[in-house]
C-alpha cells in the first residue's frame, strides 16, 4: 500500500528531509526524537485539549451550508475554523508548539510571519504563557499587514523587520534561522505551516489533525458515516489541508480537492500555483516543490491573499499530488473573490479569502446530489476587508 505518512528520515517520497545548518543539528535532533512521545503523552494531551476547548473554542462547528448546497447540488459543510479565537486554525499549531516548547525547557520563542496571522497566532500563546516572543517579518509585508502588527505589538511580541532580499516571507525565514543559529539552547522555533525541516511538517500536520478528527466525529453524528465524499481546502504551506484530510488520508473512497492560488492566472507570471509551476528544490530546510527560475533563483509568489503567497509547498502535499491521492487546481483571484461573495451572500459568512480559494473549487467540479462535500473555512475575512472594499470598487468602476 502506498504510504502517505512521514517515513524515519522525515521523507515523504522523495520530498521533505531536513536541510540545516550543523548547528541546529542537536537541535533539530532533539526535537525529531521528543516530538512524538510529548504529542502522545496524557498530560500533554489533556492540556492541549483544555486549552483548545476553552481558550480557542474547540470542537469548531461543522455547518450544513443549506443555501449553498442547494445551488451546488450536493451536501456541502463548512469546517468553521473561522470561529477559532484568532480567526483561523493556525491557533491549533501555535498552542500545540508552545506546550511543547515548555515542555522542553525553552524558554525564548522565535517565529517568522508573512502576512502576520501566524505572527499573531504565536504572539497570542507567547502571551497566555507569558513567554517572550520575536517575531521575524519582511519590511514589504510590514507595511503591508499593518493591523497585524499592531496586534503583535500589542500582545507583547518583538516584530523585527528583514530588509534583505525581497523584503517578504522568505527573507523573514532566513532571519529566523539565523536567530535560531545563534540561539540554539533557549530559542524554540514555532513554524506555521507544514513546511520546514523535518519533524515541523509532520509535527504541525498532527496538531491540526484535530481537525479531521472533529469531522469524522460530527459527519458520524450528521450524517451516519464518518466519511464524506469530498474534501476541500486551500493550501498555502498546507497545515489547514492537512488537518482536514489527515484522518482520511488512508480512505480512498474519500476525494481530496485542493486549492492552490493561481493569481492572475498560472502562467502569467503573477501565480503561487506552486504544484503545477514548482520543480524540485530546497526551502526553508525541506526539499519540495518550489518556484525557481532557470538559474535556481526562488521566485516570489503573487496571490490576491497574502497567506497563500508562499513559494513552496509542505513536503506531505507536495507527496500526495504526485501520487495522485490529491487532485490540485489552480484557483484565480478572481474566481476566489466570486467565491468569497457568493458565500457572503448566501450564507451570511465572510471567508478569508484563503479560505475562498477553496470554495472556488465548487464551480470547477460536479457533484450528486447524495454526496457530502466538507470543506475547510480556514479563517475569517475580517482582516481582508480592504481587499474585498478594493476590489468591489475597481469593479465598479470598470464597470461604469
Ligand atoms: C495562513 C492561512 C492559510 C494558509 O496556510 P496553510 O498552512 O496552507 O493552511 C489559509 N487560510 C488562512 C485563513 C490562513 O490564515
Known amino acids: 500500500m502506498q504510504r502517505y505518512n512521514v517515513d524515519e528520515n522525515g521523507f515523504y517520497g522523495e520530498y521533505g528531509g531536513a536541510y540545516i545548518p550543523e548547528i541546529l543539528h542537536a537541535n533539530v535532533e532533539n526535537l525529531k ?12 494531551r489533556q492540556e492541549y485539549h483544555a486549552l ?22 450536493c451536501r ?7 470561529l477559532n479565537h484568532t480567526g483561523a486554525h493556525k491557533i491549533n499549531n501555535t498552542i500545540g508548539q508552545i506546550l511543547l516548547a515548555r515542555r522542553m525547557g525553552k524558554t525564548r520563542i522565535i517565529a517568522e510571519t508573512g502576512a502576520g496571522q501566524h505572527g499573531v497566532a504565536t504572539a497570542t500563546v507567547c502571551a497566555l504563557m507569558g513567554m517572550p516572543c520575536v517575531v521575524y517579518m519582511g519590511a514589504t509585508d510590514i507595511a503591508r499587514q499593518h493591523p497585524n502588527v499592531e496586534k503583535m505589538k500589542m500582545l507583547g511580541a518583538e516584530v ?16 529566523a534561522i539565523r536567530d535560531w543559529c545563534s540561539h540554539p539552547s ?4 514555532i513554524i506555521g505551516s507544514t ?36 474534501l476541500i481546502a486551500c493550501v498555502g504551506g498546507g497545515s489547514n489541508a492537512a488537518g482536514t484530510i489527515y484522518h482520511f488520508l488512508n480512505e480512498p473512497s474519500v476525494r481530496i480537492v485542493l486549492a492552490e492560488a493561481a493569481g492572475k492566472g498560472v502562467d502569467s507570471g503573477q501565480s503561487a500555483a506552486t504544484i503545477q509551476l514548482g520543480r524540485l528544490g530546497i526551502i526553508h530546510g525541506s526539499k519540495t516543490l518550489l518556484m525557481q527560475s532557470d538559474d535556481g533563483q526562488i521566485e516570489e509568489p503573487y496571490s490576491i491573499s497574502a497567506g497563500l503567497d ?9 507527496h500526495l499530488a504526485k501520487t495522485g491521492r490529491s487532485e490540485v487546481l489552480a484557483i484565480t483571484d478572481d474566481e476566489a473573490m466570486a467565491a468569497a461573495f457568493e458565500l457572503t451572500k448566501s450564507e451570511g459568512i465572510i471567508p478569508a479569502i484563503e479560505s475562498a480559494h477553496a470554495l472556488g473549487i465548487l464551480k470547477k467540479k460536479t457533484f450528486r446530489p447524495e454526496e457530502v462535500v466538507v470543506i475547510c473555512l480556514s479563517g475569517r475575512g475580517d482582516k481582508d476587508m480592504e481587499t474585498y472594499t478594493n476590489f468591489l470598487n475597481a469593479e465598479a468602476q470598470s464597470n461604469s
Open 186 to 189: 533557549d530559542t524554540y522555533y
Open 52 to 73: 483548545l476547548r476553552d481558550y480557542v473554542g474547540r470542537p469548531s462547528p461543522l455547518y450544513l451550508a443549506q443555501r449553498l448546497s442547494v445551488r451546488y447540488g
Open 195 to 230: 513546511v520546514g525541516p523535518h519533524p515541523y511538517p509532520d509535527m504541525v500536520a498532527r496538531l491540526q489533525s484535530v481537525i479531521s478528527e472533529e469531522i469524522r466525529r460530527q459527519l458520524q453524528e450528521k450524517e451516519g458515516r464518518a466519511t464524506p465524499d469530498y
Open 33 to 44: 526524537n521528543n516530538y512524538r512521545k510529548i504529542l502522545e503523552d496524557s498530560q500533554f
Open 76 to 82: 456541502i459543510y463548512l469546517k468553521r475554523e473561522d
Open 310 to 318: 508562499y513559494p513552496g509547498i509542505g513536503p506531505l502535499h507536495a
Open 160 to 175: 523585527i523587520p528583514v530588509t534583505s532580499g525581497n523584503q517578504t516571507l522568505k527573507d523573514a525565514t532566513n532571519e
